[in-house]
């Protein structure tokens, strides 16, 4: 596609249930980032990718959170036993490499009620 | 601890007039600095970038200076537009690391 697209753009849950959130990079695009905006914030970085292997984990907040991209493409964040601090807007963007200029989707925005 | 921070969490300026953001960041090792425009309910855009080898870069509108003596980094808009209106992030690469580091923002509001 022409740009980083996430799904869902909205999900609300439930204290301690399980979600995925998507994210499809930029065609040819092997870099991929996850970061993570609350509410009158800068994104604070997550998780990033070089093809499949996840390169830097270092700012997963603790072992709830989990990240994959098995075919070097699609990325899905998965957060387990889901917190009220869990809610924040979840935003993934894509480089042609790392040390290009990344393109950020519109973000998966989660509510833990 | 590594830290990107803005002087100013809203800045109003009339169409028309010129722009400037600021930004101070923390790691005198980073080696790259870029400029993300955010509004509401996207992501944030590229906006534009500059390596620590430079002390100037200039866009269409937009011109970035970087500091290195005393860790501060502008973004200047000319002749600011309705549509500029948005926050806007700093954010640096500390040098031999591959993530970006952002600061907390500035909101631009633009009045006719």
């Known amino acids: 596609g022409a740009g980083v697209s996430q799904t869902p753009s909205n999900k609300v849950t439930e204290k301690g249930k399980y979600v995925e959130l998507r994210c499809d990079p930029i065609s040819g695009h092997t870099a991929l980032y996850w970061y993570r905006q609350s509410l009158g914030q800068g994104p604070e970085f997550l998780i990033y990718f070089q093809g499949t292997g996840a390169a830097d984990d270092s700012g997963l907040p603790n072992d709830r959170f989990f990240a994959v991209r098995p075919e070097g493409s699609v990325s899905t964040l998965k957060i387990q036993r889901t917190e009220r601090g869990d809610s924040a807007v979840y935003l993934c963007a894509s480089g042609r490499g790392i040390t290009e200029v990344l393109t950020f989707g519109a973000g998966s925005r989660l509510t833990v009620l | 601890g590594e830290s990107v921070g803005l002087h100013l969490p809203t800045l109003s300026v009339q169409e028309g007039d010129n722009s400037i953001i600021n930004c101070a960041y923390s790691n005198s090792a980073s080696d790259y600095f870029i400029w993300y425009k955010q509004e509401s309910g996207k992501g944030p855009q590229f906006i534009i970038d500059?390596?620590?080898?430079?002390d100037k870069r200039q866009g269409q509108r937009v011109t970035v200076l970087l500091n290195k003596t005393v860790k501060h980094l502008s973004l200047q808009i000319a002749a600011t537009q309705p549509g500029d209106s948005a926050v806007y992030f700093c954010?640096?690469?500390?040098?031999?690391?591959?993530?970006?580091?952002f600061g907390t923002g500035t909101r631009l509001q633009v009045f006719p």
């Open positions: 954010a640096e690469r500390p040098y031999n690391t591959d993530k970006l580091i």
């Open positions: 500059i390596r620590s080898n430079m």
